[in-house]
């Protein structure tokens, strides 16, 4: 034990005290959200994304916990019903891989680590309701989950087919688009390769218009993950036109957002991967050059083939007709156009597209100008360094000459539907979710093959289909669950003949898309969840979490929320109102914590050595909750003398009050009734409140922290001479510092003769009359380091507080030798001075 936790432990025994408070919270069931609400009670439901049981809770985890703990500690003093749950999200690759790696089985490894973890998080004081924890590899949740997957069979967005999909080699499994990252597997960064497989898929791509349209009516969400949803989903306008392969005559439907530009046309980019290629009947001499570019395509990642500078392809030697004029159009095939958009096959106009031009002027292929310059200029391809992008006057253009840039797209669009040649069309990049999975550690996906009746869905008083518990699970490119030969053989549910089970586990990512609506109903054992509860407690009032979910949890549950609409279970359409994305906690050297990569720090020794209130505090201290940060244990240290030292000594003041004459709490003080010094602690004291609670509404506990640091600075009670002023005060900053640190805030308020727990007291709300003072205190940093302060005029300058700063007397010596190059004033609060 270090030196640093026996004097801490000294002034304040953390270790007895707050698992004193722990163990009064739970025996009070403080933190129990009543099960339905009553019409006069405000509910708050504070939701923090749940954990992967891969290894016990690491500093990250500790970030999101806890910041979610102190919105939920502050909702309670301000007087909501807070449902504040928590459960584990327990199957998928992070558990599987992580049993395996320790050579462990997946269901003994993953009950363990969720018993660690949920002890350090009990440690930790995280006001969890834990009678409503939800595991998600229990077969009392995952039957929902195959319960959910069944309706949506049964609406046809729940389907199986043939299809190009991602393969990670490394995890042995398919994954869905959302979980490639720059082409590399978003678990271990390994390359992923395209192969053609037998899935299942979620038609999320029928909700591509209201996921979009919807987020327009999420004001509480950052603007960044909106635009991120956004681009995922990408719906882009245009025509889809129909293009005509010589030959054969087959239609070739091409999307395009620039139909203006169809008569500039003079080459198609078809993606290597496409059905479009084996359709044509490519001339012998160019077989072997096309197939040749093609097996070399696809040993390129998606991400290699769009990045690459210089753009390649192999003429196929085939042609197509443009509908508008007959003239032929070369077909080519280039790896730098991705079959999952649109049809897989691009039109190419040169002259008026940067990427087009640079491949037409590598490879000899005709441009053709069709679009005047801003200028009204007709453009000589022969003397264009670079394409004419902007829309303009159509020109060179058969009928469509003169039709101006404005009018340009709508008018080629309506002539294609007028004379059968294309029609107006929507594309998404967003494509339909593949949810089958390779693995063994997952929900078994509950439908039977039948070879007379096809895919049959497993009775809803069947589920759940049990996950059989096997010792030879190890990945194998195949699902391991093949093996198993008493799961896999059954009766088809339909006509009773000999059928077998789908083999393949469902993507994790389906159990994390309704979590937040079993902690509703957890003990429910006739639906997923009764729809009177869920619609009393939803929307989510405040969702805490990664940012790096934007396009895959965060589309999959809006997705789902929609689709429980649908089918009459919810009255929302929308899960979550307020989205607050934490920032990731990286080592000391910037390194993402992430228990793939081995460093992680578990917040336990810290507890242990400090008091889980300091570890707190000093998490919340160290930047804005929504900053990405480099973990050092330094900074606990120092504020371990913060909480004992300064903070818990403010008790002496009132340690032995007596209830009889206790402090009214709700009252104000009036200025007539003060002394000057008095009445400025007072004003000092309301500003407090005032910031703070405008700073625990937008989620900066940085600045909370601050501030009262800032108060207790110009805070000496033995100067006031005013006892019911200084209980008042002390009182108040107790409640204040509650939500960050409250085992000692609870420790502080019994002391001080309060019977019940802080949580169910009020939040405090400041004076209006004692906002503004004669004169202000401002905090004066050098090089970011609190220096001193300066007591100021209320209605000072910008230069004069500035020249007060560097003039004070604590701060001149820090800048003696040293040039200030920049001066930071933050109105009414601090001035940073930058000195080198």
Not at 336 to 347: E, F, I, P
Request: glycine fraction near 6%.
């Amino acid at each position: 034990m270090s030196d640093a936790t026996e004097e801490n432990k000294a002034l304040y025994d953390f270790k007895k005290i707050e698992a004193k408070w722990r163990q009064r919270w739970d025996d009070d069931k403080l933190f129990q959200a009543p099960e339905k609400l009553s019409e006069a009670e405000k509910k708050f439901y504070l939701l923090v994304m749940f954990a992967y049981p891969s290894g016990d809770i690491h500093m990250g985890h500790f970030r999101n916990y806890t910041i979610g703990d102190a919105v939920a500690r502050y909702k309670m003093m301000q007087g909501y019903k807070v449902l504040h749950p928590f459960g584990w999200d327990a199957f998928g690759l992070p558990a599987e891989n992580a049993a395996i790696k320790n050579k462990r089985h997946p269901s003994d490894w993953t009950t363990s680590n969720i018993e660690v973890s949920r002890d350090t998080l009990k440690k930790v004081g995280v006001s969890f309701d834990w009678s409503r924890e939800i595991v998600s590899c229990d077969p009392t949740y995952y039957r929902w989950s195959q319960w959910i997957f069944l309706q949506m069979f049964e609406k046809g967005l729940a389907y199986r087919k043939k299809a190009q999909v991602n393969w990670c080699s490394s995890c042995n499994t398919v994954l869905a688009n959302e979980q490639v990252i720059n082409g590399l597997c978003e678990r271990d960064d390994q390359p992923v390769e395209k192969r053609d497989l037998e899935q299942w898929f979620l038609k999320i791509t029928d909700y591509a218009d209201r996921l979009i349209d919807s987020l327009d009516d999420l004001p509480g969400w950052p603007d960044s993950m909106k635009a991120i949803q956004k681009e995922w989903i990408g719906r882009s306008r245009g025509c889809e036109i129909d293009f005509t392969i010589e030959e054969s005559g087959d239609k070739l439907p091409i999307f395009t957002t620039r139909p203006d530009t169809v008569y500039g046309v003079t080459f198609m980019a078809i993606a290597p991967e496409s059905e479009v290629v084996s359709k044509l009947n490519i001339p012998e001499d160019r077989r072997a050059a096309v197939s040749a570019y093609i097996e070399k395509a696809k040993s390129k990642t998606e991400v290699e083939r769009a990045a690459a500078e210089e753009k390649d392809g192999v003429f196929t030697g085939c042609y197509a007709l443009n509908p508008f004029n007959g003239e032929k159009i070369q077909l080519w095939v280039a790896d730098y156009v991705l079959a999952g958009y649109g049809t897989g096959v691009v039109m190419a106009v040169p002259a008026h597209d940067q990427r087009d031009f640079e491949f037409a002027r590598k490879y000899d292929i005709p441009i053709k100008a069709v679009i005047k310059t801003a200028g009204g200029e007709m453009p000589d391809p022969t003397d264009m360094s670079e394409a004419l992008t902007a829309p303009g006057e159509m020109f060179n253009s058969g009928q469509f000459d003169g039709t101006s840039g404005v009018d340009a797209i709508g008018v080629v669009t309506a002539k294609a539907e007028a004379d059968s040649l294309g029609r107006a069309h929507t594309n998404y990049r967003l494509r339909d979710w593949l949810i089958s999975r390779q693995r063994y550690w997952g929900t078994p996906i509950p439908i039977v093959h039948c070879a007379k009746c096809g895919a049959v869905p497993v009775p809803e008083d069947q589920l759940p289909v049990l996950l059989p518990n096997v010792t030879n699970f190890l990945p194998k490119g195949r699902s391991p669950l093949d093996d198993v030969a008493e799961f896999v053989n059954t009766n088809c549910p339909k006509c009773g003949g000999e059928a077998k089970r789908d083999t393949d586990t469902m993507d994790t990512f389906i159990c994390s898309s309704w979590y937040f609506l079993r902690y509703l109903d957890p003990h429910n054992d006739s639906a997923p969840f009764a729809t009177d509860v869920a619609n009393q407690w939803l929307p989510v009032d405040q969702y805490i979490g990664g940012a790096e979910h934007a396009v895959g949890h965060l589309i999959y549950f809006r997705f789902f929320t929609k689709f429980l609409s649908d089918i009459g279970l919810l009255n929302v359409e929308e899960p979550v109102t307020n989205l607050y994305n934490h920032g990731m906690v990286n080592d000391e050297t910037g390194a993402k914590m992430s228990k793939t990569k081995g460093n992680v720090v578990s917040p336990i020794g810290l507890i242990d050595d400090y008091g889980g209130d300091v570890t707190r505090l000093a998490m919340f201290f160290k930047a804005p909750p929504n900053v990405p940060i480099d973990w050092s244990t330094d900074l606990v240290a120092n504020m371990g003398k913060f909480a004992y030292k300064r903070f818990f000594s403010l008790i002496e003041n009132i340690q032995d009050q007596s209830e009889v004459e206790p402090v009214e709490l709700k009252a104000y003080f009036k200025q007539a009734d003060l002394t000057v010094d008095q009445f400025r602690t007072y004003v000092a004291l309301n500003q407090t409140i005032k910031l703070i609670t405008q700073d625990m509404d937008n989620i900066q506990f940085n600045t909370v922290v601050a501030a009262l640091m800032k108060f207790l600075n110009g805070f000496y009670p033995e100067k006031l001479e005013n006892k019911a002023l200084v209980d008042y005060c002390v009182l108040k900053l107790i409640q204040l510092i509650a939500p960050l640190a409250p085992h000692l805030a609870e420790e502080m308020w019994q002391m001080a003769g309060q019977s019940e727990s802080i949580f169910v007291s009020s939040w405090p709300i400041y004076d209006e009359n004692a906002i503004v003072a004669d004169t202000i205190k401002i905090a004066v940093q050098v090089n970011g380091k609190l220096r001193g302060e300066v007591e100021v005029d209320s209605e000072a300058d910008d230069v004069t507080i500035i020249s007060s700063a560097k003039s004070a007397e604590k701060v001149v010596p820090h800048l003696e030798g040293k040039k200030i190059i920049k001066e930071i004033y933050v109105k009414g609060r601090l001035v940073n001075l930058v000195a080198k």
